[in-house]
């Protein structure tokens, strides 16, 4: 059980354009769901928490016109990178709990997404 | 600001070898810790996970500790394995969000 999915697994995209990216619970209702950012050789970076039917909470640092994100079902998240640029090249991954306040126990990672910016 | 390290940032080690990683953190007010593998471009791998009031726990071939007072934690991979080649992070629960190592990339080679 507590399976998440994501959507591409890989994406490439010219720059200025937008890409979206799916977080998906397959089998439990996702209160809460996360996003992480992950660059070569670096640690996993939080960029927002998102409760379901609320609006993103943002980590400092991150643009949340950029970076929208959309959690409009218990079993959907969305990220959506507009005008993408190189530098947002990265792998992100999204995690998912089912509850509001999700430590270590109850957060599930999903595979991940590989967005290269050309 | 919680700060985590991992030492060594990368290990290259013969088949057999017993090995230990190491995760430091810098806040020891943290809630549990828990050791991940990441293959080359997927996601994460749940390993061990030790809550707050735990000190070590095991499952086959690792076991993990976790001592809050010096802010450390460690991975022991008994007689390691070509397939144990992965990136090892550790992360912790510290107020209500996780933060993460950077990872040792282990190597173990046949």
């Known amino acids: 059980g507590a399976v998440v999915s994501q959507h591409p697994s890989r994406v490439i995209c010219k720059s200025g354009t937008s890409v979206k990216i799916e977080c998906r619970s397959l089998d439990f209702q996702a209160t809460t769901m996360f996003w992480y950012r992950q660059f070569p050789k670096q640690s996993l970076m939080l960029m927002a928490t998102s409760n379901e039917g609320s609006k993103a909470t943002y980590e400092q640092g991150v643009e949340k016109d950029k970076f929208l994100i959309n959690h409009a079902s218990l079993t959907l998240s969305t990220l959506t990178v507009t005008s993408a640029h190189p530098e947002d090249s990265s792998f992100y991954i999204c995690?998912?709990?089912?509850?509001?306040?999700?430590?270590?126990?109850?957060?599930?990672f999903g595979p991940g997404t590989r967005l290269t910016v050309t | 600001k919680q700060e985590v390290t991992q030492i060594p940032a990368a290990l290259s080690v013969p088949e057999g070898e017993n090995l230990v990683l190491n995760c430091s953190f810098t806040?020891?007010?943290?809630?549990?810790l828990q050791w991940f593998r990441q293959d080359p471009g997927k996601g994460l791998t749940s390993l061990l996970l030790i809550q707050s009031s735990q000190r070590e726990q095991t499952s086959g071939r690792l076991n993990a500790s976790l001592d809050k007072s010096s802010g450390r934690s460690t991975l022991y991979i008994a007689a390691s394995q070509p397939g144990d080649s992965a990136t090892y992070l550790c992360?912790?629960?510290?107020?209500?969000?996780?933060?993460f190592g950077a990872g040792t990339i282990l190597r173990v080679k046949s």
């Open positions: 992360a912790l629960e510290y107020g209500n969000k996780l933060v």
């Open positions: 995690s998912a709990s089912p509850r509001r306040r999700a430590g270590l126990r109850e957060q599930y």
């Open positions: 806040d020891s007010a943290i809630y549990n």
